[in-house]
T-cell receptor
Framework: AQTVTQSQPEMSVQEAETVTLSCTYDTSENNYYLFWYKQPPSRQMILVIRQEAYKQQNATENRFSVNFQKAAKSFSLKISDSQLGDTAMYFC????????????FGAGTILRVKS | EPEVTQTPSHQVTQMGQEVILRCVPISNHLYFYWYRQILGQKVEFLVSFYNNEISEKSEIFDDQFSVERPDGSNFTLKIRSTKLEDSAMYFCASNGGPGLAGGPLRNEQFFGPGTRLTVL
């Protein structure tokens, strides 16, 4: 069974600075997806970024980028130019590369952006 | 942009009562899911549904839970006899499947806003 570990329960960053959230996972699969979801106080789950395991290039979405290290089974999220609206819980998630498969979530990291 | 909707946003019930949580997935999606998040904890998979039957269920999804797609539009989660520990946020999600918008590489689950269930 797959597991996802987020070792940082809480992080803080100053507005406009850069922060990196860590995630490691365990799987015997070779093809899979990795995701970062944001959950603001409204508790809506919002997809931030996704990475296909077969792609060597790290995914980027505006201020969000990942450092995907497949051999190390590591998938960290970097947020550049942090904004107050980035304050949220961030979940790392894993999914096997077949349709209909479930998402397996980590425990989450609370990120607080300070002004 | 199409979205997943859920009703009600907040449900309060007495222990032992039956509740039905409703979801309307994105209209051309084929795969449907329920997840649960107890306050302050991680999001946990409950069940997946495809082609009018359960594809996979977790150990949380015991005989007290059932899912149904009664009319090709709604996707419901029923809890027959609620317990205090069922208090949580319940999220519905849907996935388009291969050949739909974005093609087979999308495989993205779209989440609804959640239903907060409080069992007293």
């Amino acid at each position: 069974a797959q597991t996802v570990t987020q070792s940082q329960p809480e992080m803080s960053v100053q507005e406009a600075e850069t922060v990196t959230l860590s995630c490691t996972y365990d799987t015997s699969e070779n093809n899979y997806y990795l995701f970062w979801y944001k959950q603001p106080p409204s508790r809506q789950m919002i997809l931030v970024i996704r990475q296909e395991a077969y792609k060597q290039q790290n995914a980027t979405e505006n201020r969000f980028s990942v450092n995907f290290q497949k051999a190390a089974k590591s998938f960290s999220l970097k947020i550049s130019d942090s904004q107050l609206g980035d304050t949220a819980m961030y979940f790392c998630a894993f999914m096997n590369m077949e349709y209909g498969n479930k998402l397996v979530f980590g425990a989450g990291t609370i990120l607080r952006v300070k002004s | 942009e199409p979205e997943v909707t859920q009703t009600p946003s907040h449900q309060v019930t007495q222990m032992g009562q039956e509740v039905i949580l409703r979801c309307v997935p994105i209209s051309n999606h084929l795969y449907f899911y329920w997840y649960r998040q107890i306050l302050g904890q991680k999001v946990e998979f409950l069940v997946s549904f495809y082609n009018n039957e359960i594809s996979e269920k977790s150990e949380i999804f015991d005989d007290q839970f059932s899912v149904e797609r009664p009319d090709g539009s709604n996707f419901t989660l029923k809890i027959r006899s609620t317990k205090l520990e069922d208090s949580a946020m319940y999220f519905c999600a849907s996935n388009g499947g291969p050949g739909l918008a974005g093609g087979p590489l999308r495989n993205e689950q779209f989440f609804g806003p959640g239903t907060r269930l409080t069992v007293l």
